[in-house]
């Protein structure tokens, strides 16, 4: 299989393309272009023109937000086979986020006007959008609620129950840096130091170098101000 099948079925993975045929995904494939960046790399800045659209074939990518006085907060993380940046390519409007490869990423680009011109001939990819645009929308609403009502320590204990699924694996380090766990509750690297010695002294978690292990994660989640997952019969 060449690569530009090979590109058309792993589009397919994304949702809006799952009821195309493969003719349809093979043109689509063809009017955009595959692109690769390294880890730490800038895929687009926010604020630039319209850089396009993206789907995300391998990899790891990071939208970020940079605030005035320079501090970088991760509004999401992309994984395999998700679309980004569709807010520019709808608008018309600048980049509203960054976006930075965490890993070496394997990327489909399609500029603004194909991807216009891709709505008008595929309407499905359109109503697939609305979902998407949904469901980020509700992602803002919920981060939205975290900075307005919880605490820097709710928050913290909010992450790291999602980082460990609850409590039941343990969390890598290397792959979750203080770094990035403050830049994804929109803090400072001293303020998780803080909150995970916190939970240190409480007898909440178990730190070493290289992971983070969770012992008590109802406590957690009372910290975070969230409900714990129902236990199945």
Not at 7 to 22: C, I, P, T, W
Not at 33 to 47: L, S
Not at 91 to 98: E, I
Not at 136 to 143: D, Y
Request: hydrophobic letters at 45%.
């Amino acid at each position: 299989m060449d690569e530009l099948h090979s590109l058309a079925e792993s589009l397919r993975k994304v949702q809006h393309f799952q009821h195309l045929g493969l003719s349809d995904l093979l043109a689509i494939v063809s009017s955009g272009q595959v692109r690769h960046f390294r880890p730490e790399q800038t895929v687009f800045a926010e604020g630039e023109p319209c850089a396009g659209m993206f789907v995300l074939m391998r990899g790891q990518i990071h939208l970020t937000k940079t605030g005035p006085q320079g501090q970088v907060n991760i509004l999401a993380i992309i994984n395999p086979v998700i679309m980004f940046n569709e807010v520019a390519v709808l608008d018309g409007g600048p980049n509203p986020v960054s976006a930075v490869a965490v890993q070496d990423a394997h990327l489909w680009q399609i500029n603004a006007e194909s991807f216009q011109a891709l709505l008008k001939h595929y309407p499905q990819i359109g109503l697939g959008l609305l979902r998407v645009l949904a469901r980020r929308n509700r992602q803002m609403i919920e981060q939205y609620e975290d900075l307005s009502f919880r605490s820097v320590l709710s928050r913290a204990a909010k992450l790291l129950l999602e980082l460990s699924a609850h409590g039941k694996q343990a969390i890598n380090r290397r792959e979750h840096s203080i770094n990035e766990m403050s830049s994804r509750i929109a803090s400072v690297p001293e303020a998780i130091s803080r909150s995970l010695n916190t939970f240190k002294a409480q007898g909440l978690i178990e730190c070493s170098r290289t992971q983070i292990l969770i012992l008590h994660s109802d406590e957690l989640a009372r910290l975070a101000q969230v409900d714990a997952p129902a236990l199945k019969p």
